[in-house]
């Protein structure tokens, strides 16, 4: 039976005066994920294929067109704002972005300015990033053995993914791992992660692989339900479900032998539908109401239409409107194909 919990609040006015967007479900949608670049320098077996065409330069928004965006979201209550990719980190002059949206977390409109990265650059900016005001940072990463992080990534390098995540701990940027559960591939090492995790004090997600996109991979090959990894992990360690929420989907648990936390994304097994508080927004200006579903609305037209922001606020609230309940997501012998054929990095994570 679907019901919503967390996200249902009494309806209030936004910092700015403006009512807050309430999908058709009675949820608050709070949270913002911009993809701001396709483009990704690692070409990881789970979400792309190794020879991707990626979009030309003019179909993207300009950093100023993303900033007048994420701004009238944030003027109708999204509180939390994720960048993402592709790699954010490779788009050209991103950290002039990521200064102009951090006025918002002066004037207190934003809660929280954040970004999920593969951290192959962030040790070049975690400094600044730091100094902006970003507290807390998403790396992904799969594996700790270099060998098996070069064949997952195909070309990328774990060592220095290692050197951004120092970096940005000695900048007192809060570090949480993203680590994709694939079968066959990390599944016997998660425990080790998760020990290497905690022991820096970072909390470590495991994730299940989702059907988005044309890879050249089998999914159903690739395909771990976290069901089993739980109780796998139950096993060596005692764990004790917490009621921890950082905005996004995981569900958390705490490890006793560690001390530290566990989050589990479960599209699949144990879907996050009925909480979601969530809309992407693409880097050419597409905002997608659900991860899994084809449903979009062009900003991008409405953008460049003019100046005035009350055509695009007529826009997002009209999008907001056919948010649906949930997503359609199915690994199995019967659905080899995505369930939608854009990749992860379009959509924004």
């Known amino acids: ?79 939390k704002l994720r960048l993402t990719g592709g790699e954010p980190l490779v788009r050209k002059n991103v950290m002039h972005l990521i200064r102009q949206l951090a006025r918002h977390l002066e004037s207190g409109a934003l809660e929280e300015l954040t970004l999920t990265t593969n951290g192959s650059q962030l040790a070049r900016f975690a400094d600044e990033l730091a100094q902006l005001g970003i507290k807390r940072i998403n790396v992904s990463l799969d594996t700790l053995d270099p060998d098996k992080f070069r064949a997952i990534t195909r070309w990328g390098d774990l060592s220095r993914v290692l050197e951004g995540i120092d970096a940005a701990q000695r900048a ?30 970072m909390d470590l997600t495991l994730i299940e692989t989702m059907p988005l996109g044309e890879i050249d991979e089998d999914r159903t090959e690739q395909y771990l339900p976290l069901s089993e990894v739980r109780a796998a992990l139950g096993r060596q360690f005692t764990l004790e479900d917490i009621a921890y929420r950082t905005g996004g989907p995981a569900r958390y648990l705490t490890v006793k032998e560690t001390g530290g936390r566990l989050g589990l994304i479960t599209p699949l097994t144990h879907n996050f539908c009925e909480s ?31 100046d005035d922001d009350r055509l695009l606020s007529d826009a997002i609230d009209k999008a907001i409107a056919r948010k649906p309940k949930g997503h359609d997501f199915v690994i199995d012998r019967e659905h080899l194909r995505p369930a939608v054929a854009r990749h992860m990095s379009m959509t924004g994570g």
């Open 172 to 201: 007192g940027i809060h570090i949480k791992i993203n680590t994709v559960a694939l079968k066959n591939f990390n599944q016997a090492e998660i425990p080790d992660i998760l020990r290497w995790a905690h022991g820096r004090g």
């Open 276 to 306: 979601c508080n969530r809309v992407r927004l693409t880097c050419t200006g597409k905002l997608y109401m659900c991860l899994g579903q084809n449903d979009e609305a062009d900003l991008r037209k409405v953008l460049r239409a003019g």
């Open 1 to 79: 039976m679907f019901s919503v919990t967390d996200n249902v609040l009494p309806p209030r006015k936004t910092a700015s005066g403006t009512t807050p967007m309430i999908d058709p479900f009675g949820r608050v949608v709070s949270y913002l994920r911009v993809s701001v670049t396709d483009r990704c320098d690692f070409r990881c077996t789970y979400c792309m294929a190794e020879h991707m065409t990626f979009l030309p330069k003019q179909d993207l928004l300009t950093l100023e067109e993303l900033d007048r965006l994420c701004t009238a979201f944030i003027h109708k209550g999204v509180r």
